[in-house]
């Protein structure tokens, strides 16, 4: 299940080993499947292999309950793939950001917890930088379209050359990302 996946980016990748892929978002657009909320998954106990949850949680009137719901669906030894902000400028309704402490604290009932950042914290300020330039230039076509044909890719170059100087500081991460297994004996 790929919650929140209103585009279904990963629909193609796992296409050869998933039997089913079920999108379920809050909003009919895109490739949604089923009009929901992670809050209340309209599905059985036990009923995925894999739940998909990127850039949703910070979304979500409760994280607890979205988890528990996502706990619920999950069959005994599932997976789950999740991502949360860390920082950035806030997006339209969003509620939440996660840090490591926090994530792990919600996926307590979960084995085997996996928490990486998404880079490290000279990556992180690239791409805070990006994004701020991004917001200074508003709606201007052509102040974002040099900026897309200069700055941007070169900073996106720079976070990746000079992160490999910051591995292991996610002081200024701009995401987490997270792989858990649901306990066997569920």
Known sequence: MDLGGRICPYKTLLRSVATLYVSLDPQLEGLVD???VGERIPFKDKSFD???CTQ???YAASPEKLVSEIYRVLAPQGYLILSAPALFPQHH???WRFLP???KMLLSNFSDVE???EGYSIGGMCRTINVSLKLVAGDSYLIQRILGLTAFPLLNLAGLLLDRFSRGNDFFTTNYVVLARKKPQC
């Open 34 to 36: 089923i009009i929901g």
């Open 93 to 95: 309704d969003e509620r």
């Open 101 to 103: 402490e926090g994530l």
């Open 50 to 52: 894999l739940v998909l």
């Open 115 to 117: 928490i990486r950042p």
């Open 56 to 58: 949703v949680l910070n």
